[in-house]
C-alpha cells in the first residue's frame, strides 16, 4: 500500500490544519465539491 498519498474529506477548512499539513507535505491539493472540500495530500516520505 502507497502510504505517501492520502485523501481526506473535511466540511470545513481551518487554516492553522491547512498550514500544519504544507509543513509536512510535498504537494496539497484541496477541491471544493459541494459543501465539503477534498484534500489530497503527497507526504514528504513514507510513514511508518
Not at 15 to 38: A, C, D, T, W
Amino acid at each position: 500500500m502507497d502510504t505517501t498519498k492520502s485523501e481526506i474529506y473535511l466540511d470545513d477548512i481551518d487554516m492553522k490544519v491547512i498550514n500544519l499539513l504544507k509543513e509536512h507535505s510535498k504537494m496539497l491539493f484541496i477541491e471544493p465539491q459541494g459543501n465539503r472540500y477534498k484534500i489530497k495530500i503527497e507526504w514528504n516520505e513514507q510513514a511508518e
